[in-house]
């Protein structure tokens, strides 16, 4: 089939080359032309495992292009919307300014028949809104939610949990269900659940799932703020209720606390949009998830300014990780950013390091210090802060780092090192939520 899909950022890029390495052929277009020029010549302009590999595959088998030109799109059969829907600057609702962009773009350029699937995260009756204008251009519009992880997001487009249509109440839905199978057939032969729903079902389901996400994230980290008055250690108690299968272990990991472009967004916009709606009680609670998770950026800064009797001024703070989780270079609302720079302001001096995200934090934060590789940001350091749990960092050897700096002393912002191990080699050791 031929395909396209509007914007060209972490969801489209790998949606784009994802629906070209399973055959179809696809454009992909992006108003930037600096992104479209590294696509085209195989690189991501962010990192992605596996992404240069896919991108180099289906460029080379001509199946992939990728454009400026949104009226190179005008043959497509199904146009995916990929825009980003970040939060307002005004309040805590998206911004839909990309989305409607996109549409009133592409609105000319579309053939009769075509189908539009939204993948991009709206508010509740965006989809609706938005239909009203596709139909009346003679083509059609669905919505389909994306739910990928940054780090895991070629394997989420190729072998997703599941499939999500939200398609139009009337005659012709059936149709749209049929072109959507199309697209999606080699997943499908492989058993992927599929649920056809309503748009507004189909906008729910990502919001709902970032939502109760983040709620168990910040449960788990409402006990580590328990556990660190009475002397419990919340990873054990993580264990012992994630046995309870109505519970599970997964997300149950006390530490800094989520961040990243979707999930502390994400819940604004729905708490935003529940109160639109005259409905806002119902997601009050997630008020209180977003505090939670923002007191734990604080509580490691805490950690860190105790470690040294409350005068932190001058002294030298090694910062492992920027990025808002591993194998990402995204520092959007990261903990790990947050933590340096709040750290920055109390006058430490901090030195930060990260395997992929330094070059985004500095744009962001030009006056903190970076470091290259690990062993630069350790060397004379008065304290290590473990924000974000890249693999080098879970596995660093307490002995051998003990000779690099001035001060043995850790931080576990992610309670991923084995602090036994740590304090038998002499280092002052402190989690979050632990004794």
């Not at 972490?10 to 454009?27: E, F, T």
């Not at 199978?181 to 919001?207: C, F, I, N, S």
């Not at 992929?356 to 802060?385: C, F, G, K, M, W």
Request: glycine letters at 10%; one cysteine or more.
């Amino acid at each position: 089939m031929k395909l396209s899909v509007i914007g060209c950022g972490y969801l489209g890029a790998v949606h784009a080359a994802a629906m070209a390495s399973i055959g179809h052929d696809v454009v992909g277009v992006d108003v930037d032309p600096a992104k479209i020029a590294a696509l085209s010549a195989g690189t991501p302009p962010f990192h992605e495992p596996g992404l240069p590999e896919l991108l180099e595959q289906a460029i080379a088998s001509g199946r992939l292009r990728f454009t400026t030109d949104i009226s190179e799109v005008h043959d497509a059969a199904v146009h995916f919307i990929g825009v980003g829907t970040p939060q307002r600057k005004d309040g805590g609702g998206a911004d839909l300014t990309y989305v409607d962009g996109a549409i009133d773009a592409l609105l000319p350029h579309l053939a009769p028949g075509s189908l539009v699937a939204g993948k991009s995260t709206v508010p509740v009756g965006t989809a609706a809104r938005l239909a009203t204008a596709v139909h009346a251009a003679g083509a059609r519009l669905a919505w389909n939610p994306e739910f990928l992880r940054e780090g895991f997001a070629v394997k989420d487009t190729l072998e997703p949990d599941r499939l999500v249509y939200g398609v139009a109440s009337d005659d012709d839905a059936a149709d749209d269900v049929a072109v959507l199978d199309a697209v999606y057939a080699q997943t499908l032969e492989t058993g992927t659940p599929r649920l056809v729903t309503d748009y507004a079902t189909a906008e729910l389901v990502k919001v709902a799932a970032n939502a109760f996400l983040a709620t168990k994230i910040s449960f788990i980290n409402a006990m580590a703020e328990i556990a660190e008055v009475t002397g419990a250690d919340v990873t054990t108690l993580a264990d012992a209720i994630g046995h309870d299968a109505r519970i599970g272990r997964r997300f149950l990991n006390a530490g800094v606390g989520f961040g990243g472009g979707c999930l502390p967004k994400d819940i604004r916009a729905f708490t935003a949009r529940a109160e639109e709606l005259g409905r806002g009680e119902s997601v009050a609670f997630l008020k209180n998830v977003d505090e939670i998770n923002l007191r734990r950026r604080q509580r490691v800064v805490d950690l860190v300014v105790d470690s040294f009797e409350g005068q932190v001024h001058g002294k030298r703070v090694a910062v492992l990780g920027l990025a808002f989780k591993p194998d990402s270079d995204d520092t959007r609302d990261s903990p790990a950013l947050d933590v340096a720079v709040r750290l920055h302001g109390l006058g430490a001096d901090v030195v930060c390091t990260d395997p992929q995200a330094i070059d985004n934090a500095r744009r962001q934060h030009p006056q903190l210090e970076y470091a290259a590789t690990t062993s630069e940001a350790l060397n004379d350091a008065e304290a290590v802060v473990l924000v974000t749990e890249w693999r080098e960092y879970r596995d660093l050897d307490p002995a051998a780092v003990a000779d690099l700096v001035a001060r043995k002393v850790v931080i576990d912002g992610r309670n991923c090192l084995d602090s036994d191990a740590w304090r038998a080699r002499g280092w002052q050791f402190h989690g979050l939520g632990r004794p």
